[in-house]
């Protein structure tokens, strides 16, 4: 059963840079069937996608955000990462990773991790 | 970007009723849509994929349908635990959007 854990800091400073890490266990994050997706949800607000790497290497950005994002994969860790440069208040939220479906080209987030909550402050 | 907007943004039912959430797609999405369920401090957990496909697992009183536009989750008859917030998401084109979420809250 594929399982996801994000892991990082909880505080971040205006204007530094957030970094998330995903350890993916239950699975090989190398498998072609899964790509994996970093997905953040202000608080009491609504989802917003951030953006999707998959095991070619290719990357789907945000175009909101594309300029400050980078997704990685570390297979040798079986962990993906997400870091976002020039943070504001704005980027204060619950940040999910999950792993992305695809089936027929369908696509789905299934599963999710717990999230982890990062507060953009002095 | 496509626009996914949600109808209504609240609802108040009693156990046992029958509830139909409504999304709209601000362009058609073909059947690229797909619902989730989020509880308070959990994350989101998936409930249908392209618009009608139940995730394994899921109980057979959620279904969903609709093509192009308009979609609907329909729960059949409200269990306790179904009292969450629900959102739509697109997997047409990226960026991929999700609606802004119907909070099912108990009456």
């Known amino acids: 059963q594929l399982q996801l854990q994000e892991s990082g800091p909880g505080l971040v400073k205006p204007s530094e840079t957030l970094s998330l890490t995903c350890t993916v266990s239950?699975?090989?994050?190398?498998?072609?069937?899964?790509?994996w997706a970093w997905i953040r949800q202000p608080p009491g607000k609504g989802l917003e996608w951030i953006g999707n790497i998959y095991y070619t290497g290719t990357i789907y950005y945000n175009p909101s955000l594309k300029s400050r994002v980078t997704i990685s994969v570390d297979t040798s860790k079986n962990q993906f990462s997400l870091m976002l440069t020039s943070v504001t208040a704005a980027d204060t939220a619950v940040y999910y990773c999950?792993?992305?479906?695809?089936?027929?080209?369908?696509?789905?987030?299934?599963?999710w991790g717990q999230g982890s909550l990062v507060t953009v402050s002095s | 970007d496509i626009q996914m907007t949600q109808s209504p943004s609240s609802l108040s039912a009693s156990v046992g009723d029958r509830v139909t959430i409504t999304c709209r797609a601000s362009?058609?999405?073909?059947?690229?849509l797909n619902w989730y369920q989020q509880k308070p401090g959990k994350a989101p957990k998936l409930l249908i994929y392209a618009a009608s496909n139940l995730q394994s697992g899921v109980p057979s009183r959620f279904s969903g349908s609709g093509s192009g536009t308009d979609f609907t989750l329909t729960i059949s008859s409200l269990q306790p635990e179904d009292f969450a917030t629900y959102f739509c998401q697109q997997s047409y084109s990226t960026p991929y959007t999700f609606g802004q979420g119907t909070k099912l809250q108990i009456k």
């Open positions: 239950g699975d090989s994050i190398s498998r072609s069937s899964y790509y």
């Open positions: 362009q058609s999405v073909a059947n690229y």
């Open positions: 999950a792993s992305g479906n695809w089936n027929y080209g369908q696509r789905w987030f299934d599963p």
